[in-house]
C-alpha cells in the first residue's frame, strides 16, 4: 500500500485536521514512525524539553496501526463427550499449569457403571433364554415334520379307498348285484319249467290209485312254491341292484369323497399350524437375538463413555474454565455442577501456535492483504518487536457488537507470528504494525509537528534565538508521520505544538 501524495496545501491541511480527530476517536488506531516504535517516540519525547522533536533521516514506514489480543491458534476444548447426565465431582484450579495427560476434570461414574451392569445381566440372561429358544425350535421341527407326514399319509389312503371303490369295489359290487338278478331269473325260468312240466304232468296223467296222485299233486304244489321263491328271490335281486345302484353306490362314493377332503383339509390345517407355530418360534428367537443385539449396542455404547468421564490434558499448558471464544452462556465450573454433553468445561491453548485476533476497520480493508508484513508490540512489553504477517481476512464484514447494526463493521483477521517469544501469551494485548510500504533514506516528522497558515504549510523549528516558522514541502504520508522534501535538515529540532500560542496562553 503506497502513501499518498499531496496535491493541493490546503487540502494536506484539511486532510491532517480530519486524520487528527479519526485518530483521538479511534482508540485503536496508530502510525508508523521513521525506522522507530511509538515506545521510542515516547521515550524521545519525555527526553526532549518542549516536546520537540529532534529530525533524523532514515526509514520511513507507511502502514497502519491496529490493535488486538493474543490467542492460540489451537485451542483444545474439553467437554463431556458422553450423553450421559452425570455431576462433575473432581476439576483442577483454573489458571494451573497441566502436563500432557493430566487429568484435569471427572464425572461422577456410578450411575453409568450400574447401567453398564445392567446391560451386561440382560445380555447374559437373553443368550440363555435364546439357546432355550432355538433347542424349542428343533423340537418344533420334528414335531411339525411328523404331523405333517401323518396328515400326508391320510391324505394318500382317503385318496387309495376312493380310487379302490371307484375303479375295484364299486364296479364289482355293481357286477355282483347284475350277476344275482340274473341268477334269480334263471332259477325262476328253471322253477317254472319244473312247475310247468309238473303241471302238465298232473294233468296228462291218469292215475290209477290216489296215492299217486296225491304224489303227482304234491310234485305239482313244490314247484309251485319254488316259482314262488324264485320269484321272490328275483324281486329281492332286483331290489338289491335297485338300492345299489340308487343308494349304496353314491353314498359309498360320497363317503369317500367326503372322508378324501376332509383328509385334504387336515392336511391343510396341519401344514399351516406348523407353520404358524414355527413362524411364532422364529419370531421369538428373532425378538431375543434383536434384544440382545441391542443391549450389546448400548453395553459397548455406554462402556465407551466410561473414559469420556475423565478430561485428559492433550497438551501441556495453562488450564481456563469455559469457552474463550464464546462470548455469553459458559457455565460456572464448579464441583457438584451438572454435565452436559458438548459443553466445554475447560480451555487448554496450545502455546506452541499463537497467532493475534485482529478486528479490521472496513474503511482499512482495501489497504491491508493476506501477506502483508506487520509487526507485533505487546502493550505489556513495548521493548518487545516480533514480526509476523496477515494470515486471514475474513471474506465479510460483520458489526463490531453483532446486536447492534449501528456499530461500525469489521473483518475478522488473523495474524501470524514469523517467529516464537516465551513472553507472548495467551490473552495478551498487542499492537499490530501492518506494513505496507518502507520509503528508505527520507526525513520524516510526526504529523503534529505541521501546521496551516495563509494557506501554506510550515513547522515551528528551533533556534537559538527561539521558535521559527519554516515553510515545507511534503510528501508521503501516514496517520502519524509525513515525508518532509523540501524546508527541513538532519538534525533540525521541531515543536510538535504552535510554540507562540503556547507563551501567549
Not at 461422577?108 to 437373553?126: F, R, W
Not at 414335531?143 to 400326508?152: F, G, Y
Not at 458438548?342 to 485482529?358: E, G, L, N, R, Y
Not at 495474524?415 to 507472548?424: E, L, P
Request: hydrophobic fraction near 35%.
Amino acid at each position: 500500500m503506497a502513501g499518498w501524495n499531496w496535491k493541493g496545501k490546503k487540502t494536506f491541511v484539511l486532510t491532517l485536521i480530519v486524520i487528527a480527530a479519526g485518530a483521538a476517536a479511534v482508540y485503536y488506531f496508530g502510525v508508523f514512525r521513521r525506522g522507530q516504535t511509538k515506545d521510542d517516540g515516547k521515550q524521545a519525547a519525555a527526553k526532549a524539553p518542549d516536546r520537540i522533536y529532534p529530525v533524523k533521516r532514515g526509514d520511513m514506514v507507511i502502514g497502519i496501526m491496529l490493535r488486538g489480543s493474543v490467542n492460540a491458534k489451537v485451542k483444545h476444548k474439553l467437554a463431556l463427550e458422553a450423553p450421559f447426565n452425570t455431576k462433575l465431582v473432581k476439576v483442577v484450579d483454573e489458571n494451573a499449569k497441566v502436563k500432557k495427560g493430566d487429568v484435569v476434570a471427572e464425572f461422577e461414574t456410578a450411575d453409568l457403571l450400574l447401567k453398564v451392569e445392567d446391560y451386561k445381566l440382560t445380555i447374559e440372561q437373553t443368550k440363555k433364554d435364546l439357546a432355550i429358544a432355538l433347542e424349542e425350535r428343533e423340537v418344533l421341527k420334528s414335531t411339525n415334520s411328523e404331523d405333517m407326514r401323518t396328515a400326508r399319509d391320510k391324505v394318500t389312503q382317503c385318496l387309495d379307498d376312493y380310487n379302490r371303490y371307484v375303479r375295484l369295489e364299486g364296479p364289482r359290487d355293481k357286477d355282483s348285484q347284475t350277476l344275482a338278478v340274473d341268477d334269480a331269473e334263471r332259477a325262476l325260468a328253471e322253477a317254472q319249467t319244473a312247475y310247468d312240466t309238473a303241471k302238465e304232468s298232473y294233468d296228462s296223467t291218469i292215475f290209477s290209485d290216489s296215492e299217486a296222485e296225491a304224489k303227482a299233486k304234491a310234485e305239482v304244489e313244490k314247484a309251485q312254491k319254488n316259482v314262488t321263491s324264485a320269484e321272490t328271490k328275483l324281486n329281492s335281486a332286483l331290489l338289491a341292484k335297485k338300492l345299489f345302484k340308487r343308494y349304496t353306490y353314491p353314498n359309498k362314493l360320497r363317503d369317500l369323497r367326503n372322508k378324501l377332503a376332509q383328509a385334504k383339509l387336515g392336511y391343510e390345517k396341519t401344514r399351516v399350524r406348523t407353520q404358524s407355530l414355527l413362524t411364532q418360534k422364529n419370531n421369538q428367537i428373532y425378538r431375543l437375538e434383536i434384544t440382545i443385539r441391542n443391549n450389546e449396542r448400548q453395553f459397548e455404547r455406554h462402556s465407551s463413555w466410561i473414559p469420556m468421564m475423565q478430561l485428559i490434558a492433550p497438551v501441556d499448558g495453562i488450564v481456563t474454565y469455559g469457552d474463550p471464544d464464546r462470548l455469553w452462556g459458559n457455565p460456572e465450573v464448579k464441583v457438584g455442577m451438572d454435565g452436559r454433553r458438548k459443553q466445554v468445561i475447560i480451555t487448554i491453548p496450545d502455546m506452541s501456535q499463537m497467532i493475534v485476533d485482529v478486528n479490521l476497520p472496513e474503511q482499512y480493508r482495501t489497504k491491508v492483504g493476506i501477506g502483508d508484513k506487520v509487526i507485533i508490540t505487546p502493550e505489556s512489553l513495548q521493548n518487545v518487536k516480533i514480526r509476523g504477517h496477515i494470515e486471514s481476512i475474513a471474506a465479510l464484514p460483520v458489526h463490531t457488537i453483532p446486536w447492534d447494526k449501528s456499530t461500525p463493521k469489521i473483518y475478522r483477521t488473523v495474524v501470524a507470528f514469523n517467529g516464537r517469544n516465551s513472553r507472548i501469551v495467551s490473552g495478551m494485548s498487542v499492537q499490530v504494525e501492518v506494513v505496507s510500504r518502507t520509503l528508505h533514506d527520507v526525513i520524516s516528522i510526526p504529523i503534529e509537528a505541521v501546521f496551516e497558515e495563509g494557506g501554506e504549510l510550515l513547522v515551528y523549528r528551533k533556534t537559538l534565538s527561539g521558535p521559527e516558522k519554516v515553510r515545507v514541502k511534503i510528501g508521503a504520508s501516514s496517520d502519524n508521520s509525513v515525508e518532509i522534501i523540501e524546508g527541513l535538515k538532519e538534525g533540525d529540532e521541531v515543536f510538535l505544538y504552535r510554540p507562540f500560542q503556547a507563551k501567549s496562553s
